[in-house]
């Protein structure tokens, strides 16, 4: 498992009957303040006022070279900050399907286990995992930057939990978009069981293509790439501790 305090670098209650508890002047205030935060998130782009999903695209955007995308050994660890738990790198090994290379302690606890090394899709419900199939092959082909939406069903126990992935596109050493710089922020969550998302369905995808010069190689073989061990494996690579 990697943590919020070591990430390596790649190559590197029941919601119904809750108004009606309230009463009636209660319960018109409750649907106001819903419709409010649904009508916010249809109208902005996801992640748009979250800082952390800003600071690690504004860190990902110093790191592009004119027409270039980053390459993967562009990432310092160091300089994601705040970012760095909520943080994962992807690598595609076939269409629309990547694999988490590195994953921070954020995306560990929502799962309840280490996400190196698993399909992007373990994040999702099996309903939503053909559109994330197609939003995956956006952001690595295109290439594109997407911002998704996602909402985690609620149930009689525990809250709805809303949340934004975003996927920074990065190329490899042989100057094709195969890596994505991600991070995957939620609001406050607890409990013993893992979360899986939803794509939102009420708010906005962020869908940006970028212009970029890329190497005229085949992007990847059509069949199953070999499996990679994660990147803690690599002896070179460098640990990044953060005890604050």
């Known amino acids: 498992m990697v943590n919020g305090q070591d990430f390596v670098k790649d190559s590197l209650n029941d919601e119904n009957n809750f108004p009606k508890m309230l009463g009636t002047g209660h319960e018109e205030h409750v649907m106001d303040i819903n419709e409010y935060s649904k009508e916010r998130r249809q109208n902005q782009m996801p992640g748009q006022s979250?800082?952390?999903?800003q600071n690690l695209e504004q860190y990902?955007?110093?790191?592009?070279?004119?027409?270039r995308l980053p390459a993967r050994n562009d990432i310092a660890p160091s300089k994601l900050d705040d970012a760095l738990p909520y943080a994962f790198i992807l690598q595609r090994v076939a269409p629309g399907t990547a694999r988490f290379r590195v994953a921070g302690q954020k995306l560990?606890?929502?799962?309840?286990?280490?996400?190196?090394?698993m399909p992007v899709s373990t994040v999702f419900l099996p309903e939503?995992?053909?559109?994330?199939q197609d939003l995956l092959e956006a952001a690595f082909i295109g290439p594109a930057i997407i911002s998704i939406p996602l909402v985690s069903p609620g149930t009689l126990m525990r809250?709805?939990?809303h949340g934004t992935m975003l996927l920074l596109p990065m190329r490899d050493s042989a100057d094709q978009p195969t890596r994505v710089l991600g991070a995957l922020v939620t609001g406050p969550h607890s409990g013993t069981r893992p979360r899986r998302f939803m794509i939102e369905d009420s708010a906005r995808i962020r869908h940006e293509p970028i212009g970029v010069q890329l190497a005229t190689s085949q992007l990847i073989p059509r069949g199953p790439a070999p499996m990679e061990k994660p990147d803690t494996a690599r002896p070179a690579l460098k640990l990044v501790v953060n005890n604050g």
């Open 159 to 161: 809250p709805v939990l």
């Open 128 to 132: 939503a995992r053909e559109q994330v």
């Open 60 to 67: 990902w955007q110093t790191l592009r070279h004119a027409q």
């Open 50 to 53: 979250d800082p952390i999903l």
């Open 108 to 117: 560990h606890d929502l799962l309840k286990m280490d996400a190196r090394g």
